[in-house]
């Protein structure tokens, strides 16, 4: 079987990126394949970002630990290793993002996300994006499974960054608004990549599924 070396699961919360990344791994080990998934919060993941560690509540490590060359080392890795890497959130959410989010212009932005884009580049990694129709929905679900302490903790984290502070937006509204500001630069980044975009996946879970590892594998 031949198969990606990489694979980028990206989309906004609660649009499925967990269970995409977990499921997928486990349809491919099915068909035959060596995968392995890391989860945003996983503590051996190969990508650490500053984002992810005040996500933790970890506080912010030495600058040295957030290297951008963390890349190059998972495309190596991709190329030597004996399996397939699925990372989940770690290009667009958790590090091209945030700079949207501390208030970064728009080409800071696209230059960071080119620039990890080109150090993965050598492996020709597939970026799914996962995208809800309805962004104030997938919110509200998410919130509502994920319950407290986290709920409480993610609208104050997007209540107090410079983006939603300057706008005067707290709780839900600032959360729902950080997302529709930032999906048309999404749309502007995507082109750039080899990329599939998958539009509500929760409604059906198993072609959603089948497409992905279609786009990753063949027989």
Not at 74 to 97: H, K
Not at 139 to 147: E, T, Y
């Amino acid at each position: 079987m031949w198969m990606r070396r990489l694979v980028l699961i990206e989309g906004m919360i609660g649009s499925g990126k967990s269970t995409t990344a977990v499921r997928a791994a486990a349809m491919l080990t099915e068909r035959g394949a060596s995968v392995r998934a890391f989860n945003e919060f996983a503590e051996d993941h190969p990508i650490r970002t500053r984002h992810v560690d005040l996500l933790r509540g970890a506080g912010p490590a030495p600058a040295s630990m957030y290297d951008a060359r963390q890349w190059n080392s998972l495309a190596d890795r991709c190329t030597r290793g004996p399996y397939a890497i699925i990372v989940e959130s770690m290009f667009l959410q958790n590090s091209v993002m945030p700079l949207f989010v501390e208030g970064a212009p728009i080409a800071v932005v696209k230059e960071a996300f080119a620039d990890v884009a080109a150090r993965i580049a050598p492996v020709a990694p597939l970026l799914v994006y996962l995208r809800p129709s309805d962004i104030v929905d997938a919110i509200r679900r998410v919130h509502a499974d994920r319950g407290e302490p986290w709920s409480s903790r993610n609208y104050a984290f997007v209540s107090g960054c410079p983006w939603a502070r300057r706008r005067g937006l707290v709780g839900e509204g600032a959360v729902v608004e950080l997302y529709r500001a930032w999906e048309p630069i999404v749309e502007e980044l995507l082109p750039t990549v080899e990329c599939m975009v998958v539009r509500d996946p929760q409604r059906d879970w198993d072609g959603t599924l089948r497409r992905v590892v279609d786009a990753v594998s063949a027989s």
